[in-house]
Every structure is written in C-alpha cells, then in structure tokens.
C-alpha cells in the first residue's frame, strides 16, 4: 500500500471514529455527577386502607363517596393501589429503578383523624415509620410532602384553607411529622401545588372540596396557605433543623404558557399567566422583595373597584408577614407535564370568564396545539421545550435558585409497551439538561408516577405509572413497564440514551397475557359477539407463541 493511500486510509478511520463519537453523543447524554433522581406518588392516590384502623374522612374521601358523579369513571381511591399493605413491594420497585429518592406524602387524617392533636394514630405514625426505615435500608432518601390535598374532613367544616385557623393546626401536624420522622426524613416539602390547592378547589369545582366560588375564596386560601408555609418553615429551622440537618421547601406547578405569537401582546400575556400561577406563591417566597407579584396586586385591586367591591379581593400582607414568608425555601420545587398556547383576553372578556373570577383577574385566554402529540389525559400535550423555558424563567425571574424537578411525567391510557412515556422522559429530559447547560441550577429530577394509581377527577381512567397496577386483582399485582425499564438505565447511567428500546420480557408478556384474558371475560360477560372474543384471543395467542420462541432460544 502506497503512502498516499495509508494516509487516506488512516484518515478515513478518523473521520468513521468522529462521526461515530458524534452520533453517540447525540444518542446518549449525560447529567452532573451530583444530580439525584428519584420518583413520586401521593398519599390518597395510591394508599387506599381509607378507614384501615383509626384513620379519619378526608376531603377527597368524602366528595367520592357522596359525589361520585363528579369523578369520571365514579370511583374512589378506598382501595386503589393499596400500598397500605403492600409498601414492601414498592419499596422493592425502587430498589429496580435505581432512584436516589422516594417522594410520597402523608396523609393528615391517616396520622392526625380528625385534623386534632387530641387524637393521634398510632397505627398510622407506625405505618409511615416502617416505610421510612425500609427505604433508608436501601439507601433510598425519603422526601415526604407534608401536605399534598388530602385535609382532614372536619377542618374542612370549618372552611378548610379559608379559615385562618388552619395556620396554627398545620403547624402543629408539621411538627409531629418532624417529632417523630425528623431524625430520619431530611428532605422535607411543606405543600404540594398550592395553585391546585387553592383555585382547583375553592374558585372552581374540580378538587375537593370543590367550592365553586370563583374570585374571593381562592385567595383567602393562598393568603392562608403561604403564612402556614412560613410557619412551619420557621419552626423547622429554628428547633429542628439544628439537630435534624435537613432541607424544606415548598413545590410550586405550571404548564408553561407559550405566546400564541410574538407579538407584544402575547408576550405579555404569557409573562403575565407566568405571574399570576407561579407567582402567586413564588413572588412571596423566591423574590428578592417579597410580597405578591405587581402586576397581580394592581389588576386585582382595579377590578375589585371595578366590580364594586369596597376593597381588593386580594388580602394584603403586613409588612412583617412579607418578610416572615421570603426565603422560607431551601430548593425550589417545580412540577410541569405540559405546555399551553395563550394570548390576553379583551376588554369586552370575549372569553367569557367569570366575574369576579382567578380567570378574569390574569386576563390570559388558553388553549392546546392540536399538532403537539396528546397522551392519555385531555390536559397534556407534548411539547419538551416547554420544561426549558419554563426553568430559565425561573433562574431569571428569582436569581438562579436550586430547583428540584418534583413531578415530570405523562399519561396513557394503560398498557406495558409504553414507548410514548419512554420518549416523553426522553425529550424531557433533554431539555432539563439543555437548561443545565444555559445556567439553571437543577440538581434533581423525580418522574411521576412509581405505579398506576388513582387520578382524581380522572379516576382510574388515565395512568402515569411506571408500574402497571392491575386493580382486578385482590393483591394489586405491580409489574414494570417498559418505561420502568428505561428509567431505571437513566438513574444508573446518570445519561439520557434515545438508543435503549427495550422489548417486552418474559414477565412482562405473562402479565399481557393476563390483562388480555381479562379483556375477553369481561367483553364474554357483557354479550359480545364471537367476532370481539376472538379479537381479544389474538393477542394472548401470539404473546404465547413468542414466549415459546424465548424459551427455544
């Protein structure tokens, strides 16, 4: 071989092995060394056990069981996942994710039955306790939401999260929490989407206790809600976090609303829906100055004039309350899953929003892409870029605070093979290092859901998990999805690799042959016609066939 010809060859292998470093690198990226990652659940979501032993009626206990026609599919979560019974078998679920955290809640009323120091559980502080120490046993961080929408039914009677009373109860339920989970649980989050909490509960009807009593009740709710916030904080601080060394936070949700256009009006549109939904409870907190954001203050003020109120529908904080509640936040925690089109509302509100209502008062009219993918929830469309801008926000609008993705994930509507999730975590999770990259401070990133489980509104028609939970069955058989899989390679790889696809494994394919087989008794049972039962046969048979293939192999 010539000279001239081994050095184009040599070169030639260069170019191969660039081009090859290249492609990987856009296949497989990876995180800080220090990211943690982790994924979640919710007390009433997945616990069932609802009056196991001494636990009291919650809120959400009671619109299901007295207003089932409010839920989609008029269930209720009495048994749902009942990890009340079977918190090993999670606890074994995320020793197979590789997860450096398990984010759940308490239930108040599991712990506390009537919302009271008079009665507390002892079978209830001993649940949580064994959870805890069967998690540390692996080397699993707990991080426990202290409140996540589950209030006792009883505080509720007294107006619940309007009730300024309910500062001083909170506090005292926190610092059991802290008396007998403290010296364990060193990640703590106060509350859950106070949005949610607030709006979605009081100024509509959609979470219970589903007021529907738009414009005034939802902000005496916030304006409750973020002084207990404070409260607890300050008191974790002062006489337990000495001792305790732990972290506490609050965990704030949007769905970040991009400007229909670039135009100014959009723009400001969607600076100013940013303002009213994260603001709200972030401004207080996160801002170097305190207090609500402006551009609420102001047009919650001229619109209570306008509509003839003596006085702003907006309470106002004192100036000691202002600096009681900023900087009550070791980490910012945020949850995303989607991402809306908006642009103002007029003057004449052709949007028709109520008045007075949350609403009416940002002046943002919203709405979904029809060309973004869906997924199983009418709510959540798929837009990856949303989650980025969404950070670079928040590392612009409060100086760069370390934030802790609290919740990130997609729904279906059930099933194993479920590839729309893997790539929804993803594309994801490429923007989320994409934002690491330009500057936002994000150290963690726990993916929702650890299993099926009950969805609120939605009841058990729409699943984030990813484990399948079979509801059929007596002893809720869990078994991972695809998406588990690939999450677990993420965790212990610390990078995002759009080459790892798996197919479906052995378990997996029993398992599909089981909720097949239930599909054909209950299409059997209905009087369905030959024609649908064999339908539901195909895919049992073919499943067989391939299980056989597995075992000649």
Known sequence: ????????????????????????????????????????????????????????????????????????????????????????????????????????????????????????????????????DELLHYNITPMVTIYH??????????????????????????????????????????????????????????????????????????????????????????????????????????????????????????????????????????????????????????????????????????????????GTSDFFGINHYTTNLVRPNDHNNTANFPMPSFNHDMGVVERQNPDWPGSGSPWLKVYPKGIYNLLMWIRREYNNPPIIITENGVSDKGGLEDYARVDYYNSYLTSVLDAIEDGANVQGYIAWSLMDSYEWKAGFTEKFGLYHVDFNDPARKRTPKISARVFAQICKTNAIDWSYRPSLDEEQIIATMHMSKRVHYAKHNSGNTFSDIRETLVLPLSILIVTFTMHLK
């Open 1 to 132: 071989m010539s000279s001239a010809l081994r050095l184009i060859c040599y070169l030639y292998i260069i170019y191969l092995n660039i081009k090859f470093v290249l492609a990987a690198d856009k296949f497989q990226r990876n995180f800080p060394k220090d990211f943690v990652w982790g994924v979640g659940s919710s007390s009433y979501q997945i616990e069932g056990g609802w009056n196991a032993n001494d636990k009291g009626e919650s809120i959400w206990d009671f619109m299901t069981h007295n207003y089932p026609e409010r839920i989609a599919d008029r269930s209720n979560a009495d048994i749902s996942s009942d990890s009340y019974h079977h918190w090993r078998r999670d606890v074994e679920m995320l020793r197979q994710l590789n997860v450096n955290i398990y984010r759940f809640s308490i239930s108040w009323p599991r712990i506390m039955p009537g919302g009271y120091m008079n009665k507390v559980s002892t079978d209830g502080i001993k649940y949580y306790s064994n959870l805890i």
């Open 149 to 326: 929408w589950e209030l006792p039914q009883r505080l509720q009677e007294l107006g619940g999260w309007t009730n300024s009373e309910i500062i001083p109860l909170f506090k005292e339920y926190s610092r059991l929490l802290f008396e007998m989970y403290g010296d364990r649980v060193k990640l703590w989050t106060t509350i859950n989407e106070p949005w949610h909490v607030c709006e979605q509960s009081y100024g509509i009807d959609y979470m219970a206790p589903a007021y529907d009593y738009p414009g005034i009740p939802s902000y005496l709710c916030g304006h409750n809600l973020l002084k207990a916030h404070a409260e607890v904080v300050h008191m974790y601080r002062q006489q337990y976090k000495p001792s305790q060394m732990g972290r506490i936070g609050i965990t704030l949700d949007v769905s970040w609303p991009e400007p229909e256009t670039q135009s100014p009006e959009d723009l400001q549109a969607s600076e100013r829906a940013m303002q009213f939904y994260v603001g709200w409870f972030g401004h207080p907190i996160f801002s170097h100055h305190g207090n609500y954001p402006a551009v609420m203050i102001e047009r919650i003020r001229n619109l209570s004039k306008q509509q003839g109120f003596t006085r702003s529908r907006l309470p106002s904080f004192t100036k000691e309350e202002i600096q009681r509640i900023r």
